[in-house]
């Protein structure tokens, strides 16, 4: 049962979470009067948005969830500041696709 709350709750966080960041970046986008929609540009946002909400799951949120293991354990330094740096670089070129 923890896990089926455990997956309802990461469907939640990725779709609230998701949903508020993705239209942050398009206000973003459209104060520079940029139109990243039904574009290459918002693949690129999408997967960045999605790459972030994974740091942010496996380095906080796990931790306060339904489903508690053993092998929780937070992404290596590197790899998320790798992931993170990705992200935002996707953000960067987003616009370029367009």
Avoid at 25 to 53: C, Q, W
Wanted: proline fraction near 2%.
């Amino acid at each position: 049962m923890r896990v089926i709350l455990e997956f309802i709750r990461i469907i939640a966080i990725l779709l609230i979470l998701g949903g508020l960041m993705g239209d942050i970046v398009k206000l973003k986008y459209a104060s520079f009067g940029v139109n990243v929609d039904n574009t290459n540009g918002a693949l690129l946002v999408g997967f960045s948005i999605l790459i972030l909400l994974f740091v942010l799951y496996r380095n906080k949120l796990q931790f306060s969830g339904f489903y508690k293991s053993a092998g929780r354990e937070k992404l290596p330094k590197k790899v998320g500041i790798s992931l993170v740096f990705c992200s935002f670089i996707m953000l960067i070129l987003a616009p370029i696709f367009h």
